[in-house]
């Protein structure tokens, strides 16, 4: 039987449960609906969570105690029952959980893990096109961070002494990361439907407060904007990330408000925002790194002589400061040859990270 998702909840089960310990690449939603099968698969999700962030063997009341959904279990045979149906379900899902114990020497109680060579994917090959992809991806999703579930389950494990290897389970429930700290925020409120108020700082005005119901957030042309309703104006605005000049408070309940049907963000943004001039770009890149700068490149001159290891990338840039951020990623990797303007950019960050470093 399909649950409120769609979908039947060992099908579910099975993706959550194969991106717990696979590759980064792999992602899940946060959480699953507070639903009889949502709660299941989050419960199954849980369990490999369990198994897959320690190389110890767990106990039967380890496991217990590190999966919450456990806790619902009034005895302690209603639990076995329920782990036992989970194993099961687990195992048809090509789960490869096995039993044993640390010294076979030894009558210790019997305990479970996941069997990590069974259960790791075969080594993954990619074309130059596909890692350019991958790389540009990389720019938006820059680091990977567990959440929900997966937090609640480590932590669990910690506070019964079973240090987990939290690199099996990198890649799960990635969070987006970016140069705007007005991002996370605004992001919670447009999930959460909440209206926000920030200072919003327009091009060559002072700041003024704003009250926004979110809608959704747009790239666009390189930047990031806020589609939503500004309530002081009692219409739409577009508002630019980079020009939030202040900490985003919540400014109501969740849920207070609706989005319309049939809106299209990314046209409201196209239709208000106009498209920045890009002008040439001349990087000195290193060989067989910038795959995203390379995919975007208008030309690509091959180093030689002593210089042979590196190569002279060009590019159109459209954003300065926007621009100086993707590059100084890179490090030593790439070197900003022209224009001045945005080498100095990059340099000015690189010397701000440099200083970050040496504070203690």
């Known amino acids: 039987m399909a649950d409120a998702n769609g979908g039947t909840p060992a099908t579910r089960a099975r993706a ?16 699953a609906p507070a639903v009889s099968g949502g709660r299941r698969t989050e419960r199954l ?37 329920m782990f036992e149906r989970d194993k099961e ?32 994917l075969p080594e993954i090959t990619f074309t130059p096109g596909e890692l350019a992809v991958l790389s540009l991806a990389s720019r938006v999703w820059q680091q990977a961070s567990l959440a929900g579930p997966a937090t609640r389950a480590l932590v669990k494990l910690r506070s019964l002494g079973v240090e987990p290897d939290e690199s099996s389970l990198v890649g799960l429930e990635p969070r987006v990361r970016t140069s705007e700290p ?31 119901e979110p809608w959704a957030i747009v790239s666009w042309h390189g930047r990031w904007y806020l589609v939503g309703h500004d309530r002081d104006r009692g219409a739409v605005r577009v508002f630019r990330l980079s020009r939030v000049s202040s900490a985003v408070r919540r400014d109501g309940r969740p849920g207070s408000y609706a989005v319309p049907a049939g809106i299209d963000p990314r046209e409201i943004v196209a239709g208000s925002v106009s498209a920045p001039v890009a002008r040439p770009a001349r990087l000195r890149v290193r060989s067989g790194t910038g795959l995203a700068l390379r ?28 621009s100086a951020d993707e590059l100084a990623g890179y490090g030593a990797d790439v ?26």
């Open 16 to 31: 959550a449960g194969r991106s717990a310990a696979a590759a980064p690449a792999r992602t899940l939603p946060a959480k």
């Open 45 to 81: 999700l849980n369990l490999v969570i369990a198994l897959s962030a320690t190389r110890r063997w767990l106990t039967k009341q380890q496991i217990r105690e590190a999966v919450p959904q456990y806790a619902d279990c009034a005895t302690t045979q209603a639990f076995e029952r």
């Open 335 to 360: 070197v900003v040859l022209d224009p001045p303007e945005l080498r100095e950019a990059v340099v000015r960050r690189l010397r701000g990270a440099a200083g970050l470093r040496e504070q203690p």
């Open 295 to 322: 995919r975007r490149a208008t030309g690509v001159h091959p180093g030689h002589g002593a210089d042979a290891s590196h190569d002279e990338v060009l590019l159109d840039v459209a954003d300065v400061e926007t």
């Open 89 to 120: 379900d687990l195992r048809e899902l090509g789960v490869p959980l096995v039993m044993g114990g640390e010294d076979p020497l030894f009558d210790d109680e019997a305990g479970y893990k996941i069997d990590r060579d069974a259960y790791a």
């Open 182 to 212: 007005a991002f996370d925020p605004l992001y919670a409120a447009t999930r959460d439907r909440t209206p926000v108020t920030f200072e919003y700082r327009r091009s060559g005005a002072e700041p003024s407060t704003r009250h926004v």
